[in-house]
């Protein structure tokens, strides 16, 4: 069966600070990946998916980047944090045009 | 990007009742998924139910049912028999192509 892994579950890091998270896939292959943000209280923003090995499309421009070094591989990463980018980071991936199956999150405060 | 609406932030059932969350969405593509996604305390996505959009039969699982209105781009979820274990938030999700968008949410308690 597939199983996703994403971590870590908490983070704390100051301003200024870069930042990765990592997310993988098990069980499947060439699974569409995303990673998304929820903002305390908020929905859930589509930050960047990927259809393949080195292929990321973004969907919001921010201070975030994603890569995708391996077919079930999907990065998160950020070379400065800033305040804002504090949130709850879910990753999630999909066997294309059937439901997301989404990781257990990762909770990052930027202080 | 396609963009999905839930009008209500925030809804209230009575334990056994029956409550409709609403959700519509823009989109000019004529193949796509819609989804019910619960987000309990823990915070793990659920999914709750799927609609396709080329079935007209609305999607059914147990205790929860959706009104899929194709031309009015509308997709509501009903609950019934509500339980103690339905509160949560719960997004609608649109799926065309590779990017899957989702709802602000709705918040739903329920009461004994």
């Known amino acids: 069966s597939q199983t996703i892994h994403q971590w870590p579950a908490t983070l704390v890091q100051p301003v200024g600070s870069p930042l990765s998270l990592e997310c993988t896939v098990e069980?499947?292959?060439?699974?569409?990946l995303y990673w998304y943000r929820q903002a305390a209280g908020r929905g859930l923003q589509l930050l960047f998916y990927?259809?393949?090995?080195?292929?990321i499309s973004s969907e919001v421009p921010q201070n975030l980047s994603a890569s995708r070094p391996q077919d079930r591989q999907f990065i998160l990463s950020s070379k400065k944090l800033l305040l804002s980018d504090s949130g709850f980071y879910l990753c999630?991936?999909?066997?294309?045009?059937?439901?997301?199956?989404f990781g257990q999150g990762t909770r990052l405060t930027v202080v | 990007a396609q963009t999905v609406t839930q009008s209500q932030p925030e809804m209230s059932v009575q334990e056994a009742e029956t409550v409709t969350l609403s959700c519509t969405y823009d989109t000019s593509e004529s193949d796509y998924y819609l989804f019910w996604y619960k987000q309990p305390p823990s915070r793990q996505m659920i999914l709750v139910i799927r609609q396709e959009a080329y079935k007209q039969q609305n999607a059914t699982e147990n205790r929860f049912s959706v009104n899929f209105q194709k031309a009015a781009k509308s997709f509501s979820l009903k609950i019934s028999d509500s339980q103690l274990g339905d509160a949560a938030m719960y997004f609608c999700a649109y799926l065309s192509g590779y990017a899957l968008n989702f709802g602000k949410g709705t918040s739903l308690l329920v009461t004994p």
């Open positions: 999630a991936w999909s066997p294309r045009t059937i439901e997301a199956f």
């Open positions: 990927s259809v393949g090995i080195g292929q």
């Open positions: 069980g499947t292959s060439n699974p569409n």
